[in-house]
């Protein structure tokens, strides 16, 4: 058992459901006690969906528990089938039917019997896999199936299109920014002279799937979802995969470069260093943000970053290799791929943390006082609570996150948004700058929030006079200093004069 | 269902169960902050924690006075030792929040697994020195406001059953009301007391915010009625004492096993009323104790005739409108039966569970509402089918749909307007002076419409939806 207040990725079933949910005509039927619907409720509130949520419970209560489900789950999946005509359902089970076991399979096989759809039994274990490994699971499970379904029907497409084509895989619902981002790697595509064959599993129906083969290569933007199936099509066709996240100048440089060379190695013959080029230095303004005078204030200024791994680690890169900053610690909650954050970040960050505990990271903020956080939602929350700012980069996300004006994180236009997220997160470098040139204008008689009262050292009234002087968003931190400079040093008062050699000290 | 057929005018249906409630373990939320020095420890899934932690939203951020305990794999083959583990994870629990209670909260999964909450319990409890108590409080068994009657049944059984009395108490009669008003000078309480009836003691059950508790007590108190206790109170320490042959009355419908403990248990004697919703139902709900204790009510018509007028502005809002519940609360029949005192047509009352008996009073005034405004008696569907009620919707084109989350924004999208079911669990709805409340929560989509009607964006969604 483990005591929990908070957890950053969801049970298995949701990414079933995110994937299942995604695709077009699809339906989900969960296995699940009253209430496991929640599913349905983030969908229809977070992403504002104006459809209803293809997603139903095969209701497990009192009786399932004595009896089995029985011919529960089959009438279920039969009926469903007969109102809505999806063209598969997904059977998704939870850590009840985890626990359970009953043989869902045998559900599935009896139904199919009867439906005119599809019906799969997602093979997902509740106590083995969380929300993104899940999502992942159940998408290379999807088009695993219909590959199958097409080459024994031989229906599969096998020969490449004419123009060099890509699937973009591992858009889906609720994942943090996907549509704006899918918009983004579209027109990326578009811009590279490449032809989107696919997109999936978002607004994808699987009877495209089959045509999956046709593409030259596979984009993979992101690391938790989509790079079982980008392997599963490289093992069956040999089709090459791009797995470097667009995310920041350098990596989109990079994502490009790599898709050059896979295609070249086709037989295209197509040059990239000419658009990225002009991309870099003319469209993305992220490069010129990096030489201005505000990215300059910026420089050494401290940051912490945590999120999942795609968004942590392209973070982390960006704010040390692109911007100067100071990343003391990144840290990422996909505990069972952290071997990869690792050796994406060592070189970028003094340290790295890998955790699923809020509360560590809570403290680790806490312990560096960084200017600024990126993270989740639940890292806002710590920022609030210490007066940092803090830039929502990952998801646990809420419905602010789910923005209806275009915010991509990817491609060149993501560029552009990010460098904003970045530099209104830092209370604005050349504000800040100014401010402690000028000693600030802030002269309320209010000191801190916390006036001394948790304090066993006395300020004088010169001292104060000059704690005032200092702007109010860094007040605290020196406060805190110099009081620590004063203990350690044991003057029983803080003045001025003590106050300045703090300052020359700890630097305060 | 718990009462054998009797003569009903109202129609009773009961569909396939299919229907999008929340979880019980919501109660927490709730519960928690009622009772101040409480600690609640769900005994669950990660399922059960990321339900709580997106429905909670923002609470879940101010340090919460309650987690979960979540069960990994070693716990469901019983590889780890779930005394060993319910101790460690207690005591630290006792180490960094200190509570008076902790209260366990049972799951699916404990459920399926057996793990013997009950059981553990008072060991865990003389060991560590807090009372333990346990509501199974579970998807299996419950839907959401279904929770709280869950728990308030385990804490029934932790009142008190004796007053405290004193050597120089004796001569009083009512115990009870001296340990209320300890600390008080003799004199202000006799003199407080005669303000009061002489009343066998009424302890009210149902958790409110305590702004209504005390508007509710003094709406009795008008009448003469001395409220004895709350369960829950503000405090797991001021539970209210019990005694066999007390009076306990309901303030809300979903508390129909905290009433069965609270008799059967207890021996105390329910008093069977409507419950407080709307000025009907308070005007109601106060007279039945009244009649009980025999005791003639003064000034109810007045103020209820008050309050109606005070809420004219919002009534010719929704006269003469039709309304939808979906049901997934059950406040649904005393909501419905409120507005159709205001003039509305219910079409469809859903409800995940209904006990007759326990509502029995209610359902009555619901049918006589019904004919005193020449309402057509609308058909309460237990169990509901959500997918069927959609296509009822569709066909009955409905004013209003008071619905969860997860139908709102689609139908929406089709023009149907909703009003979000949770709400009425959250907002302030009892008594006389929160009736505005609820009309407020009614009338919102329609007050929205006409801001913004004459845009032409009913429908916004491309296809119509398959059927």
Redesign the interface.
């Given at each position: 058992?483990?005591?929990?207040?908070?957890?950053y990725a969801?049970?298995a079933?949701?990414g079933t459901l995110r994937i299942a949910s995604s695709f077009k005509n699809v339906h989900a039927i969960m296995h699940?006690?009253?209430?496991?619907?929640?599913f349905?409720?983030?969908r229809?509130?977070l992403s504002?969906?104006?459809?209803?949520?293809p997603v139903?419970?095969s209701?497990?209560?009192?009786n399932v528990?004595a009896r089995g489900s029985q011919e529960k789950v089959v009438d279920?999946i039969t009926r469903k089938d007969a109102?809505?005509?999806p063209d598969l359902i997904v059977l998704t089970p939870?850590?009840?039917s985890s626990?359970?076991q009953e043989d869902l399979h045998n559900f599935v096989e009896r139904a199919q019997l009867e439906a005119k759809g599809d019906v799969i039994l997602a093979d997902v274990n509740?106590?083995?896999y969380?929300e993104l490994q899940a999502a992942d699971r159940t998408l290379q499970q999807i088009v695993q199936y219909y590959i199958e379904k097409a080459r024994k029907k031989g229906e599969l497409v096998e020969g490449k299109t004419a123009k060099p084509s890509v699937n973009i895989i591992g858009i889906s619902t609720l994942g943090f920014h996907h549509q704006h981002d899918c918009t983004e790697l579209k027109k990326l595509m578009g811009d590279l002279g490449i032809e989107v064959n696919t997109v999936i599993p978002e607004g994808a129906s699987v009877n495209e799937l089959k045509k999956m083969p046709q593409a030259w290569f596979n984009l993979v933007p992101y690391r938790e979802l989509g790079l079982t199936t980008a392997r599963y099509l490289e093992e069956q066709f040999g089709t090459p995969y791009v797995d470097i996240t667009p995310m920041g100048v350098v990596e989109t440089a990079r994502c490009i470069r790599k898709i050059q060379q896979v295609i070249n190695a086709q037989g295209a013959d197509l040059e990239y260093e000419d658009f990225i080029n002009e991309q870099t230095l003319h469209v993305s303004q992220a490069a010129w943000f990096s030489r201005s005078i505000d990215c300059q204030n910026l420089t050494g200024k401290k940051a912490v970053v945590f999120g999942d791994n795609t968004h942590a680690a392209a973070l982390t890169k960006i704010l040390s290799r692109e911007m100067g900053i100071h990343v003391v610690w990144a840290g990422t909650y996909c505990k069972y791929d952290a071997d990869w954050f690792r050796e994406q970040v060592s070189e970028y960050c003094d340290e790295v943390l890998i955790t699923d505990d809020h509360g560590a990271i809570g403290d680790a903020i806490a312990r560096v006082e960084p200017s600024a956080i990126f993270g989740t939602q639940?890292e806002r929350?710590v920022g609030k609570r210490l007066d940092i700012p803090c830039g929502v980069i990952a998801a646990?996300i809420?419905v602010q996150n789910f923005p209806i004006g275009y915010k991509p994180f990817l491609g060149y236009e993501g560029t552009n948004q990010i460098t904003d997220l970045i530099y209104n997160s830092f209370t604005l470098g050349m504000e800040d700058h100014l401010l402690e040139i000028f000693g600030g204008h802030d002269t309320k008689e209010v000191i801190t929030k916390g006036i001394s009262a948790d304090s066993d050292l006395s300020w004088t009234k010169d001292g104060q006079a000059e704690l005032n002087k200092i702007p109010g968003f860094v007040r605290g931190k020196v406060k805190r200093n110099t009081e620590k400079f004063a203990r350690d040093r044991g003057f029983k008062e803080i003045n001025a004069e003590v106050l300045y050699a703090a300052k020359e000290a700890v630097g305060a | 269902m718990t009462v054998a057929q009797q003569p009903e005018a109202l129609n009773f249906e009961c569909e396939t169960?299919?229907?999008?409630?929340?979880?019980?373990i919501s109660c927490v939320a709730w519960l928690y902050q009622k009772i101040e020095d409480s600690f609640f420890l769900v005994?669950g899934?990660?399922?059960c924690?990321?339900?709580l932690?997106?429905?909670m939203?923002v609470m879940?951020?101010a340090e919460?006075r309650y987690?979960?305990?979540?069960?990994?794999?070693g716990?469901?083959s019983a590889q780890?030792n779930d005394y060993e583990?319910?101790k460690?994870?207690c005591l630290?629990?006792k180490r960094d929040r200190n509570p008076s209670v902790i209260v366990w909260i049972g799951t699916?999964?404990t459920?399926?697994?057996k793990m013997d909450l009950e059981g553990l319990a008072p060991k865990l409890e003389g060991e560590l020195g807090i009372p333990i108590v346990v509501a199974r409080a579970?998807?299996?068994?419950?839907?959401?406001t279904q929770g709280e009657d869950t728990v308030l049944a385990a804490m029934a059984n932790r009142c008190p059953d004796k007053a405290p009395v004193t050597e120089t108490d004796k001569n009083e009669r009512n115990a009870i009301s001296k340990l209320l008003n300890f600390g008080k000078k003799k004199e202000e309480v006799v003199q407080e007391e005669s303000e009061y009836v002489d009343h066998p003691p009424l302890v009210l059950f149902g958790s409110l915010p305590d702004p209504v508790v005390t508007q509710l007590t003094l709406e009795l108190k008008k009448q003469g009625i001395k409220v004895s206790g709350w369960l829950p109170a503000k405090r797991f320490t001021e539970l209210p004492v019990l005694e066999e042959g007390y009076y306990v009355a309901g303030v809300n419908p979903f508390l129909s096993r905290t009433a069965t403990t609270l008799m059967r248990r207890r021996k105390c004697k329910l008093i069977g009323a409507p419950f407080p919703i709307g000025p009907d139902g308070t005007r109601a709900w106060v007279e039945k104790i009244c009649s009980v204790f025999g005791i003639t009510p003064k000034g109810l018509d007045e103020r209820e005739t008050q309050i109606w007028a005070g809420l004219e502005e919002y009534v010719k809002l929704i006269r003469g409108k039709s309304v939808f519940f979906m049901g997934d609360n059950l406040l649904e029949v005393s909501l419905a039966r409120f507005l159709v005192r205001c003039g509305m047509t219910v079409l469809e009352i859903g409800i995940p569970y209904m006990d007759k008996r326990y509502q029995a009073a209610e359902l009555a005034l619901l049918e006589q509402t019904c004919k005193e405004m020449g309402a057509p008696l609308p058909k309460i569907v237990e169990k509901p089918d959500n997918?069927n009620q959609?296509q009822r919707i569709y066909e009955l084109k409905p004013d209003l749909v008071i619905t969860?989350?997860?139908?709102?924004?689609?139908l929406e999208?089709r023009g149907i307007n909703t009003k979000w079911s949770v709400e009425f669990t959250f907002a302030q709805i009892h008594g006389f002076g929160n009736a505005r409340d609820i009309l407020e929560l009614v009338t919102r989509p329609l007050r929205r419409n006409n801001s913004l009607k004459d845009l032409g964006w009913d429908k916004?969604?491309k296809e119509e939806?398959?059927i």
């Open positions: 058992m483990k005591l929990a207040y908070w957890m969801g049970p079933h949701i699940a006690p009253l209430g496991d619907d929640y349905n409720v983030m229809s509130m504002r969906e104006r459809n209803f949520t139903t419970t209701v497990v209560d009192r528990l279920n109102e809505e005509h939870t850590c009840t626990i359970l509740h106590y083995r969380n639940m929350h646990p809420h | 169960g299919n229907y999008h409630t929340f979880c019980p005994i899934t990660k399922t924690g990321y339900f932690q997106n429905a939203g879940i951020f919460p987690a979960m305990a979540e069960l990994e794999e716990d469901i780890l583990e319910l460690r994870l630290q629990i699916c999964t459920e399926i697994i579970n998807g299996l068994d419950y839907a959401f997918y959609v969860g989350m997860a139908h709102a924004n689609p999208a916004l969604v939806a398959k």
